[in-house]
């Protein structure tokens, strides 16, 4: 799933809800850095947490 991860992507952290919807703002070397709604920029793992993209949020059609 991480390969699909770039700047702009809308997701979610699997075990931290509280923190909201989250925008990719970069990924590098398997480091992805997140900007949440309610907690700000995270640095996460991504070999180590599977983020869940959130396509909800998309245009409807």
């Excluded at 770039?6 to 997701?11: K, T």
Aim: with cysteine; charged share 20%; net charge negative.
């Amino acid at each position: 799933m991480r390969s699909f991860l770039e700047p702009g992507m809308l997701v979610r952290h699997p075990a931290e809800p509280d923190w909201g919807l989250g925008q990719v703002q970069s990924l590098i070397n398997g480091k992805c850095t997140v900007n949440f709604e309610h907690r700000g920029k995270v640095v996460i793992d991504t070999g180590q947490i599977d983020l869940i993209v959130d396509f909800s949020t998309g245009p409807s059609p």
